[in-house]
């Protein structure tokens, strides 16, 4: 099947092995896609389930998984297969590290825009198609749903498939590699993913923009959205987070932008925030690519690393993303615990973290799902402490969709070889 | 047009007809032959089948009775919208019903400050931008079609236009939907939030060219209008001239709204309709259209002019007004008309390549067109590869007809064979259905299939488009976990 060397005998693993929070029998490194095909064509004959991962930096997400007989890595197939610059296309391997991708297109002056958490930790480009994640440069670019023409996977039932293709423009067929985006490895094991890349920009500045209220800050946010102005990155931060992230230090609530274009374009488009804000923002700090690197660090990790009782993801309506500090400050459901609060008002999301009390943080958990439906949006918690588990699930409702996303997981692995509990509950 | 539609009695039609009037009112219900004659194609006229019924339901209630009606009576249905498709994808069933949603036309709600239109399918695209325009917004997908084209036909054709190299093409600008499964159940996938959590169903929706259920309500996403627009006029003596820059300009960094290249064929036919001003003489034309912050795009110019001119323009031209931007787009949007002028019959290809193959699959097509004994005009979306090679014909002619669509059909095998796909925004539906084998094995098709069948275990919506071989949903491709059984470290000592 695939040669001893794939499989290190027990305990003797190597030090990339993550906390799976189960115990695999057998631990697989394949190095190619026929060998994962084989893997799993034995395994949904035997009913031997598998666990496929990468660089196990996004275990913390979806439900825990039960019994596995087999974890399938990915690390061996880390290799730039297809770049073809004039394109602007590229086909890699999805056990390539994020930045090694962003490294390699980058040598052509070219970028894959996505920027996940646990970028400079391991990231691998499995783990992002499969979650889905993203980071500040999404208010831009989009999530990897955005960017990912064609998949090379295999199936539960160990079929190998092409699907999408490598160009930018194709309607031929469903769009199934964008049905593996956020997946979370439930449907296909993804080997290859092709990517639309975009060319790096010439020149880049940051601002920070400090405010005093939350009216203040709203106000100006709204006015930059409706601005001629096109940033790559648009943060609001709450108080503890603009002290945390050294961004404005005291202000009630901080703004950060960051825009990529030619020099007399982005400075110009400074200009207008400036002007725009003046009335409201308290500080106003610009920096360069050096200077803005750690605090961008910080806002595409957040809410990682952390001590936090659990994290959440709201995706809101815009304005909601916006408001969404003031509904946290005004609900006494969230009174005792610690929370901070990120927000990306271009994608309408919410990064929310609560520390504190075990009681207190399920009736914040409890609290959040309720808001999130109220404003008409959708919530996923993850990094749940063990022993709240039980109480705060992955996944808050799905709605009207939970039938047909069944459907989906029960035609292409009714065997549920890959584990469908990381998104759905056991009936 | 499937071939094993169940014939039905007078009787059995009669009691069909009165359900449906229960349902949807005498006026909605369209019966008469001579009356369904409209029905009988979309865009692409070549094929065509009598439905049986056309109905012009309301409401996604009305649409959801008729849809379970149609259950009960195991009647194939086919959604449509203004029939402007030109795959075949609205091509009635055989014996089937056609549920047209050009009375559900209303904008349900404008919402500026989240940036989101909520629209019924019946809706045209021109007319989310209107309702918004007054508020320095748009809806940027913008298919040439789109005066007349409806948002429920581009949700299902997941359709593009010419500006979407730089924003995308309908799966990026749909952020939910309402729709009618093919049950008859009503669902609402994704809404007006950005994002969504779980299984990505509704891209899946988008572009499913009608085979997953009826659409009855989407929200849209709508984009601030550009500050500043300009268009460059360029042309060249050689069309690789052209395509070379294209790829120059984008490996520049700069991401134009659109650009858009015509042969030389092409700008004679629109010479001799429209008069736009271009250079009869010209091996090609290239449009480039800039838009954005003002200060970008002032400053994109002239990097976009030098680049056109290292590669050979012989004449370059910046749009001095709107006006002259009007003329220069006139003759682009007129190209497909201008085609009927100088050619009794026209067949319209819709293929994909990558940029880097221009050269060489122009060459192909020519040398086709030789091959052939027929002219092939080329216009097509530059930035982002998708071809429109019109294959000219007399239909007085025998045989000439068949000729241009096996030539047609050749020039997606060359657009395969580069790397290209088959359809890059006019859908497979009917007409590609037999191509669609070049791109995709029998696992990938069988793998589409599931997803079908996810959303359609019947197979009732639309069937007969898409899927080149009939398949259904009561022998997957996939099989249920086997009844061995062994322990996983097996694995290992199989190695």
């Known amino acids: 099947m695939v040669s001893a060397s794939h499989v290190p005998v027990s305990g003797d693993t190597g030090s990339d092995v993550p906390e799976f929070g189960f115990s695999p029998e057998v631990i697989l490194y394949p190095e190619n896609i026929e060998e994962i095909s084989r893997v799993l064509g034995f ?25 596995v007989g087999a974890a399938l890595s990915l690390k061996r197939l880390g290799r730039v297969l297809f770049h073809e610059p004039s394109d602007m296309v590229s086909t890699v391997e999805c056990g390539m590290e994020v930045r090694e991708f962003q490294n390699a297109v980058g040598r052509e002056n070219q970028l894959f825009p996505v920027d996940p958490p646990g970028l400079n930790s391991g990231a691998t480009v499995g783990g992002l198609l499969s979650t889905n994640l993203c980071g500040p440069m999404s208010t831009r670019y989009g999530t990897c749903r955005e960017l990912i023409l064609g998949v090379r996977a295999v199936r539960a039932d160990g079929e190998i498939i092409n699907l999408g293709g490598k160009v930018v423009k194709n309607v031929a067929g469903y769009d199934i590699p964008k049905l593996m985006a956020g997946s979370l490895g439930t449907l296909c094991v993804l080997v290859e993913a092709t990517f639309r890349l975009y060319p790096r920009q010439p020149f880049s500045r940051t601002l920070v923009l400090g405010f005093d209220s939350h009216v203040s800050c709203s106000r100006a946010a709204r006015a930059i959205l409706a601005a001629d102005v096109v940033p790559t990155c648009f943060e609001i931060l709450d108080e503890r987070l603009s002290l945390e992230f050294a961004a404005a230090p005291g ?14 374009a982005v400075i110009e488009q400074i200009k207008q925030v400036r002007e725009i804000t ?21 806002a595409r990790e957040f809410p990682l690393p952390s001590g936090a009782s659990f994290s959440s993801k709201l995706t809101l309506p815009v304005t909601a993303s916006i408001e969404i500090f003031s509904d946290i400050e005004s609900n ?14 271009a994608r309408g999301v919410a990064l929310i973290s609560v520390s504190g009390g075990g009681e207190e943080a399920v009736r914040a958990a409890h609290s959040l799902e309720n808001l999130a439906d109220s404003l008409g949006g959708r919530i996923m918690f993850s990094g749940v402490r063990d022993e709240l588990r039980e109480r705060i699930k992955a996944w808050g409702d799905f709605g009207e969709a939970l039938f047909l996303m069944k459907n989906i997981k029960r035609r292409f692995d009714p065997g549920n070889i890959l584990p469908g509990e990381k998104i759905f509950d056991a009936d | 047009m499937d071939s094993q539609a169940v014939k039905r009695t007078d009787r059995w039609k009669s009691r069909i007809a009165s359900e449906l009037v229960g349902i949807l009112g005498a006026g909605a219900v369209i019966s008469a032959e001579d009356e369904l004659i409209a029905y009988e194609s979309d865009g692409l006229t070549g094929y065509r089948v009598t439905p049986l019924f056309v109905v012009l339901p309301s409401s996604a209630e009305e649409v959801s009775l008729v849809v379970k009606l149609c259950n009960r009576e195991k009647i194939p249905f086919v959604p449509r919208g203004a029939g402007t498709g030109l795959s075949g994808g609205a091509l009635p069933s055989r014996e089937g019903i056609v549920i047209s949603l050009s009375r559900m036309n209303r904008i349900l709600d404008v919402d500026i400050p989240n940036r989101v239109v909520v629209v019924e399918p019946g809706v045209v695209n021109i007319s989310v931008t209107d309702a918004v325009s007054a508020e320095g917004f748009y809806y940027a997908p913008d298919p040439s079609s789109q005066i007349v084209c409806t948002i429920g036909g581009n949700v299902a054709e997941n359709s593009g236009g010419v500006h979407c190299l730089k924003y995308g093409v ?3 600008h749909v952020l939910g939907v309402e729709m009618v499964l093919p049950d008859g159940a009503v669902v609402t996938l994704g809404g007006p939030t950005p994002e969504s959590l779980g299984y990505d169903l509704l891209s899946l929706v988008v572009g499913s060219e009608g085979l997953l259920g009826i659409v009855t309500k989407v929200f849209l996403r709508i984009i601030k209008k550009p500050q500043m627009v300009k268009t460059l006029f360029a042309s060249f003596e050689r069309i690789e001239d052209a395509g070379a820059s294209v790829s120059a300009i984008i490996s520049s960094g700069v991401i134009p709204a659109g650009m858009e290249i015509m042969d030389n064929l092409s700008i004679n036919a629109v010479e001799t309709t429209v008069g736009a001003g271009y250079p009869r003489d010209a091996g090609a034309i290239l449009l480039v259209e800039l838009d954005g912050p003002g200060a970008e795009v002032s400053a994109q110019v002239p990097a976009v002019t030098g680049i056109l001119r290292e590669n050979g323009a012989i004449e370059i031209k910046l749009a001095a007004d709107e006006s002259e931007r009007q003329l220069f787009w006139k003759g682009r949007k007129s ?23 221009l050269a060489r699959v122009l060459g192909e097509i020519g040398e086709l067109g030789r091959r052939y004994g027929l002219r092939v005009a080329n216009v097509f979306h530059a930035g982002d590869g998708n071809l429109h090679p019109l294959v000219l014909y007399d239909p007085e002619v025998e045989g000439e007809s068949e000729k241009a669509e096996e030539l047609s059909g050749e020039i997606l095998r060359v657009c395969v064979d580069v790397g290209g796909s088959i359809t890059g925004e006019h859908g497979v539906g009917f007409d590609k259905k037999r191509f669609l084998p070049l791109m995709f094995s029998e696992q990938e098709i069988d793998t589409m299939n599931l997803v079908r069948c996810a959303f359609d275990e019947e197979g009732l919506c639309n069937p007969g488009k898409v899927f080149p071989t009939p398949r259904t949903c009561v022998e997957p491709g996939m099989q249920k976990r086997g009844s061995e059984t062994a322990p996983a470290k097996e694995m290992g000592e199989l190695f």
């Open chain 1, 43 to 67: 395994a949904s004959q035997k009913g031997i389930r598998v666990f496929p991962f990468a660089g196990g930096t996004k275990l913390f997400l979806g439900n825990p998984v039960g019994a």
């Open chain 1, 251 to 264: 202000a009630k609530r901080s703004v950060l932008l960051k825009f990529d274009s030619f020099e007399e």
């Open chain 1, 278 to 298: 003046s009335g409201d923002s308290v500080s106003f700090i610009e920096m360069g690519d050096q200077d803005s690197r750690e605090l961008w660090d910080s």
């Open chain 1, 332 to 345: 006494p459901a969230l009174s005792g615990v610690t929370v901070r609060c990120l927000s990306r008002p």
């Open chain 2, 170 to 172: 309908t799966t990026n």
């Open chain 2, 335 to 357: 190209a497909f008309a201008a085609m009927g002028k100088i050619s009794p019959g026209y067949y319209v290809q819709d293929g994909v390549i990558p940029r880097s193959s």
